[in-house]
């Protein structure tokens, strides 16, 4: 399907809005243009019914869709999903910033009891917030066993430079600095893959998606760099992807230290400069 142009447009991961402001310096002002991150919604239709409404910047939608489906446990891989469309209007027209998506019958994911769950919960998720829905590390590991131990190692000084590599790749936060960002780096540092958006969780929701789309998964020999503060629901993706270590710049939470703790998951904090936090599973980190 050829896609119009302004479908085409929402779809651009690099849009930005520009907007006058009053800018004051101690007791002078003046009026200047400044760019804003796009953030719009998107709809997510599962067999044309309403699923999840996502705050999110546009851009890398069908990314965003499959790992939000993965996170929430609607489908296991990639393979279980038939299509990721446009939703068409009545007169056969894409309907901009609604993603329709439509599964194979015979999932085993699609059961009786997922369908009912999805369609009653009409997830509303804000770009703040994050997933909501799991309650506990217990209910996670109903469903998903922990990684197992490995032999990876990870030098100290390939984490240490994982920051500036995130900052330097980071096209539109350079313009708006109002961006969160994920990136998935090798063992060796090299940078893999980054997404941006206003939203910490949909930024790693497009990695994992990413993968999924591109028979990636799962990330087994990956470090994962998120730009924020590491919550519960990000680990948990972690978990999920089978990623052996995230670093964030920022702080974790309580809650997200004792899920990596039981998932095998190395959690890095407050990494800047030289100096970072290992919170779980530091024999994975060696000095180099």
């Not at 999840?52 to 890398?60: C, D, E, F, K």
């Not at 894409?94 to 194979?104: A, E, F, K, M, Y």
């Not at 997922?114 to 799991?134: D, E, I, N, W």
Request: aromatic share 6%; glycine share 6%; with cysteine.
């Amino acid at each position: 399907m050829s896609l119009p142009d302004y479908w085409r447009s929402a779809l651009d991961p690099e849009r930005v809005m520009q907007a006058r402001t009053t800018h004051w310096q101690e007791a002078d002002s003046v009026l200047r243009e400044e760019q804003l991150t796009v953030e719009e919604p998107l709809e997510l239709r599962l067999d044309h019914q309403s699923l999840a409404v996502i705050m999110r910047t546009p851009g890398h939608d069908y990314e965003l869709a499959m790992g939000f489906l993965f996170s929430e446990g609607i489908i296991h891989g990639a393979d279980e999903v038939l299509s990721l469309e446009p939703e068409l209007d009545d007169d056969g027209l894409p309907l901009v910033n609604v993603v329709n998506i439509t599964l194979h019958e015979s999932s085993s994911s699609l059961n009786s009891q997922t369908q009912t769950a999805a369609f009653q919960r009409h997830f509303a998720v804000s770009s703040s917030c994050g997933l909501c829905g799991k309650n506990s590390i217990a209910d996670l590991f109903c469903t998903t066993s922990p990684l197992e131990p490995d032999q990876l190692r990870i030098p100290a000084s390939v984490i240490y430079s994982l920051p500036d590599q995130l900052r330097s790749a980071q096209k539109v936060f350079q313009h708006t600095g109002g961006l969160h960002a994920a990136a998935l780096f090798s063992l060796n540092g090299e940078l893999s893959l980054l997404r941006e958006d206003v939203g910490r969780h949909n930024a790693v929701d497009k990695l994992v998606g990413h993968g999924l789309l591109h028979h990636l998964p799962p990330y087994r020999e990956q470090i994962l760099l998120v730009s924020g503060r590491t919550s519960y629901e990000i680990v948990q993706k972690v978990v999920l992807a089978r990623i052996p270590c995230i670093a964030a710049i920022s702080a974790p939470s309580s809650l997200a230290v004792e899920l990596a703790e039981q998932g095998g998951v190395t959690l890095v904090g407050f990494l800047r400069g030289q100096s970072m936090n290992v919170y779980t599973h530091p024999e994975r980190i060696c000095a180099g």
